[in-house]
C-alpha cells in the first residue's frame, strides 16, 4: 500500500475518534489527537475536511 494512501487512511480513522474522546472529556488527549493529525496533513501534503467538532 502506498504511503499517502495509507497517511489518509490513517487521518480518518483518527479524525473519527475525535468526537469520541471529546465526549469522554479527554481533551488533552483530543489536542494531543488533533495535533497529531495536522502532523500528517502536513507531513503527506493532505487537505482537511471541514470539522463539525469544536
Known amino acids: ?14 479524525e473519527a ?13 483530543t489536542a494531543h489527537l488533533e495535533a497529531a493529525i495536522e502532523a500528517l496533513c502536513r507531513q503527506f501534503d493532505l487537505q482537511r475536511e471541514a470539522s463539525d467538532t469544536d
Do not use: H, P, Q
Open 17 to 29: 475518534r475525535l468526537l469520541d474522546m471529546e465526549t469522554l472529556g479527554a481533551l488533552v488527549a
Open 1 to 14: 500500500m502506498n504511503k499517502d494512501v495509507t497517511a489518509r487512511s490513517l487521518v480518518a480513522e483518527l
